[in-house]
């Protein structure tokens, strides 16, 4: 009988680190610390700025299509395809700035705007 996957991750939990290295992580970070995570450096992957969300930018991301990563992905350069509310912004490559200045996730930004909830009126 082959063992539950549950547990198997639970036993390799044990023999990591309590505080795992960024690139093991899946939080949002650098995005060069989110792109050495993938195969390739994350060529092909789509990755995004969690802020884009919080402003109301739902539907953004860029396409990664080239990447330079170095010292273990805290550092590099990356170059890709900006969609922008769906829609492809230009029709060259470009180099993606904000790498480090800003935290970085895998996906497409959702909109993390939550409506004002009305006024009830109890009569």
Same mark, same amino acid.
């Given at each position: 009988?082959?063992?539950?996957?549950?547990?198997?991750? #639970?036993?390799?939990? *044990?023999?990591?680190?309590? #505080?795992?290295?960024?690139?093991?992580?899946?939080?949002?970070?650098?995005?060069?610390?989110?792109?050495?995570?993938?195969?390739?450096? =994350?060529?092909?992957?789509?990755?995004?700025?969690?802020?884009?969300?919080? #402003?109301?930018?739902?539907?953004?991301?860029?396409?990664?299509?080239?990447?330079?990563?170095?010292?273990?992905?805290? *550092?590099?350069?990356?170059?890709? *395809?900006?969609?922008?509310?769906? #829609?492809?912004? *230009?029709?060259?490559?470009?180099?993606?700035? =904000?790498?480090?200045?800003?935290?970085?996730?895998?996906?497409?930004?959702?909109? =993390?705007?939550?409506?004002?909830?009305?006024?009830?009126?109890?009569?």
């Amino acid at each position: 009988m082959a063992p539950k996957p549950q547990t198997v991750a #639970k036993a390799i939990q *044990h023999f990591l680190p309590s #505080k795992l290295p960024p690139t093991l992580s899946n939080s949002p970070s650098s995005l060069y610390q989110v792109l050495s995570r993938f195969p390739q450096d =994350g060529v092909g992957q789509k990755v995004y700025q969690t802020r884009w969300g919080v #402003k109301g930018f739902p539907g953004c991301y860029w396409e990664v299509t080239r990447t330079k990563l170095k010292l273990e992905g805290k *550092h590099g350069k990356a170059w890709g *395809h900006l969609v922008w509310r769906g #829609k492809r912004v *230009h029709k060259d490559e470009t180099m993606i700035n =904000g790498g480090l200045k800003y935290t970085w996730a895998t996906g497409t930004s959702t909109s =993390g705007i939550v409506p004002p909830k009305t006024p009830s009126t109890s009569a």
